[in-house]
């Protein structure tokens, strides 16, 4: 089993519903877990727009409590995937040696980028991408 962790700033919109979308697609072969860089919302449930953009694609965020990102959570990862290049760069930093190897960007060469501040079609595109992205982390649907 791959245990994968996605990070963003907080933990509010795009990687909770990156770890929702890469359990959904990797299915028995993954686990999943996510973090944010910091605890504004720790324990909140994540954005209402995310959550309605999740659920305009089939996934059911709702349950999401947030959490700040621990040692224990880097260690427990074969996989930290970065939601933005700020965020990979803040990792790294924060990580050290142990953990670096374990670092990258989730869509590999470009950002996903934060839907805060901006309308509903935004973070729909968002959770687009991030969907897309998860045959990067996890292969075929299955």
């Known amino acids: 089993m791959t245990r994968l962790l996605t990070v963003c700033l907080g933990n509010y919109c795009r990687s909770p519903f990156a770890a ?3 359990t959904h697609r990797g299915g028995a ?7 944010g860089l910091i605890g504004k919302w720790q ?6 727009s995310m959550i309605a953009a999740a659920r ?3 996934h059911d965020l709702a349950a ?7 040692r224990e959570l880097l260690d427990w990862a074969d996989s930290i995937l970065a939601m933005d290049a700020a965020v990979l760069d803040t990792l790294r930093a924060v990580c050290g040696e142990t953990n670096a190897h374990k ?4 869509l ?3 950002d996903v980028p934060d839907p805060i501040g901006k309308d ?4 729909h595109h968002v959770a687009v991408l991030i969907e897309a992205g998860t045959t990067l982390h996890t292969g075929p649907r299955r």
């Open 29 to 35: 072969e993954v686990s999943v877990r996510s973090a």
């Open 120 to 123: 509903e079609q935004v973070f």
């Open 20 to 22: 929702l979308a890469l």
């Open 64 to 70: 999401h409590r947030g959490q700040q990102i621990t």
């Open 108 to 110: 590999d060469d470009r």
């Open 43 to 48: 324990d909140q449930p994540a954005h209402p």
């Open 56 to 58: 305009r694609l089939g």
């Open 103 to 106: 670092l990258a960007l989730y």
